[in-house]
């Protein structure tokens, strides 16, 4: 099993949602922007600028936005700067919380971070307290439309992990360097539509919690952590079922 648990599809969902399609795209074309400032504004020669246009068109983000922000990271001033944050805790019931930000700053950052975590009942842990319970991984999901055994065979043959069938859909995991390689076979082999496809952080172990209640305060946690602007991703090890 990927150990992609339930709680992607929920995030994933979450993001597709109207109301809330703005802010991702403004997330998501900061973090374009401070991959393609960070190195070359060419995908082709900028593989963290290719892996974030993949995360930004799975989002269906549109493509002129996506050039604006590449546009934009050409012709930046030496004074714009954004660091990469990472801030690690636990959430109600000792979920472990891994929370990426990029920030041009950083005490506004940790004031809000910290404040959310206290609010809703977690707490921040230390550099490292959690980070370990979570790897990198490209996930792809794919409607199984397409053949299963053609699918199944491109992407195991081009170095993928994982091939699992989950409610009509095939998701596949990939190291955070095969990712591109994966997909580009992919699309050799005639798949078209990609439901997901990014390389993000997913837990090794997750953890179960029966109870409701404590469950809906790991999610308020999640959400009002998700809402804050320097806050790209959050990622917990929660179990959905």
Not at 136 to 163: C, K, Q, W
Not at 205 to 216: A, L, M, R, S
């Amino acid at each position: 099993m990927s150990g992609h648990s339930k709680w992607a599809t929920i995030h994933r969902k979450k993001g597709e949602l109207d109301a809330a399609r703005g802010k991702v795209f403004q997330k998501l074309a900061k973090e374009i922007y401070v991959a393609a400032k960070s190195g070359s504004p060419d995908p082709d020669s900028n593989a963290s600028l290719r892996m974030v246009i993949e995360k930004a068109r799975s989002a269906n983000m549109p493509k002129d936005n996506i050039e604006k922000a590449i546009q934009k990271a050409k012709g930046a001033t030496e004074g714009e700067h954004y660091d990469a944050i990472r801030y690690e805790g636990y959430g109600p019931s000792g979920v472990a919380v891994m929370v990426d930000c990029l920030t041009d700053n950083k005490n506004r950052t940790a004031s809000d971070v910290r404040s959310t975590f206290t609010k809703r009942g977690g707490n921040l842990g230390t550099s490292g307290s959690v980070s370990y319970l979570f790897e990198r991984r490209g996930i792809i999901d794919i409607p199984s439309d397409y053949n299963e055994e053609d699918v199944m065979m491109t992407a195991l043959d081009h170095g993928a992990l994982d091939f699992v069938l989950i409610d009509n859909v095939y998701e596949i995991v990939t190291s955070a360097e095969n990712f591109i390689k994966v997909k580009k076979a992919l699309e050799d082999v005639g798949v078209r539509e990609f439901l997901t496809s990014e390389v993000t952080f997913i837990p090794t172990n997750t953890v179960g919690i029966d109870d409701e209640e404590q469950k809906e305060k790991i999610h308020n946690l999640i959400e009002q952590l998700e809402e804050l602007d320097d806050v790209q991703d959050v990622f917990c090890n929660l179990k959905e079922s």
